[in-house]
Structures are given as structure tokens and as C-alpha cells.
């Protein structure tokens, strides 16, 4: 069973920034394949963020060049670091992970990005 708990949202003014924390339990993380969602009031849930265990990156075409995934194994914790944030960006943000057919989710943390 693993454990996935976010950090780091809040609320920020459009063009700052925010890192946000997963933080994982159990064990075998560096072989998750790891990513960060996000749902927005009124809409679904829509994949951000993807990072391998390999580490290769993969993005939505709406945050490429201003949001960055990666992971440190040894901390059990994949990060997204969010900048240039705009207003659309505000959602709740969550942590994912896979393994097979095992998948778990956090429980999301809020980021509103003010005009």
C-alpha cells in the first residue's frame, strides 16, 4: 500500500510561482510512474504532468515551458514546479502514481492563482 501526500499549494498572483510536494510511503517508489493532475470547479480532472521512472518528462500543451516534474528517488517525492502562473491554472492539484495495475492518488491540494 502506498501513501501519497501533496504539499506546497496556496494562493499566488498570476505570474508567480509555487512548488509543489509529493511526498510518498512505502516502498519500490523509484519504480512508480509518477504524474500530477489537476481538476478545476466545474471541469475534469485533466493529466498536467507525467514523469517515468526513467525520468523522461511529458506535459500538457498548456503548461509546457512554464511548469517542470521531476523526482528525488531518495526522498521518496516527485515535485512540480509551477511558474508564470496564470489564473486558469487555479485547481486542485493531485499526485498520482503507478505501478501495474496498481494506482494511487493523493488528496489533492488547492492552487489559486489571482488576477
Known amino acids: 500500500q502506498v501513501q501519497l501526500v501533496e504539499s506546497g499549494g496556496g494562493l499566488v498572483q498570476a505570474g508567480g510561482s509555487l512548488r509543489l510536494s509529493c511526498l510518498a510511503s512505502?516502498?519500490?517508489?523509484?519504480?512508480?510512474?509518477m504524474g500530477w493532475y489537476r481538476q478545476a470547479p466545474g471541469k475534469q480532472r485533466e493529466l498536467v504532468a507525467t514523469i517515468s521512472s526513467g525520468g523522461r518528462t511529458n506535459y500538457v500543451d498548456s503548461v509546457k515551458g512554464r511548469f517542470t516534474i521531476s523526482r528525488d528517488n531518495a526522498k521518496n517525492t516527485v515535485y512540480l514546479q509551477m511558474d508564470s502562473l496564470k489564473p486558469e491554472d487555479t485547481a486542485v492539484y493531485y499526485c498520482n502514481g503507478r505501478l501495474g495495475p496498481l494506482d494511487y492518488w493523493g488528496q489533492g491540494t488547492q492552487v489559486t492563482v489571482s488576477s
Open positions: 512505502g516502498r519500490f517508489f523509484s519504480t512508480y510512474f
